[in-house]
Nanobody, 121 residues
Framework: QVQLVESGGGLVQAGGSLKLSCAASGTILSINAMGWYRQAPGKQRELVAVITSGGNTNYPDSVKGRFTISRDNAKNAVYLQMNSLKPEDTAVYYC???????????????WGQGTQVTVSS
C-alpha cells in the first residue's frame, strides 16, 4: 500500500512563511494528482492546493497568490510553499495522493497523518 509522511509544520507569525513536504512510499505503480487539504477546529476539511501528474495546479481563492504547490515525480513528493501566512491559515494540513499501488490494484486516495500549522497574530 501507499504511505504518506508530511513534515514542515510549526508555529509562525502572521506574514511569515512555511514549507510543507510530503513523500509517498510503499508499493506504487503510478501517482496521479497530489495535493494538500486542511482542517481547522470546528470546520470541514477544505482543499488548499492540488497538482496533477502533468504539473497543472489549482488553488482556492483563499490561498491563491500566497501558496505554491510543486512536486518531484522522481521522489514521489509534493511540497507546499506558504507565504504571507494569516491567522486564518491555522489548521492541520493533510497531504493526499491519488495513486495505483499495482497492476491488479485500483486507483485510490491516500492520506498523510497531518501536520499542524499555527499562525500567530
Amino acid at each position: 500500500q501507499v504511505q504518506l509522511v508530511e513534515s514542515g509544520g510549526g508555529l509562525v507569525q502572521a506574514g511569515g512563511s512555511l514549507k510543507l513536504s510530503c513523500a509517498a512510499s510503499g508499493t506504487i505503480l503510478s501517482i496521479n494528482a497530489m495535493g494538500w487539504y486542511r482542517q481547522a477546529p470546528g470546520k470541514q476539511r477544505e482543499l488548499v492546493a492540488v497538482i496533477t501528474s502533468g504539473g497543472n495546479t489549482n488553488y482556492p481563492d483563499s490561498v491563491k497568490g500566497r501558496f505554491t504547490i510543486s512536486r518531484d515525480n522522481a521522489k514521489n513528493a509534493v511540497y507546499l510553499q506558504m507565504n504571507s501566512l494569516k491567522p486564518e491559515d491555522t489548521a492541520v494540513y493533510y497531504c493526499y495522493c491519488n495513486a495505483r499501488p499495482g497492476i491488479l490494484s485500483p486507483t485510490n486516495n491516500y492520506w498523510g497523518q497531518g501536520t499542524q500549522v499555527t499562525v500567530s497574530s
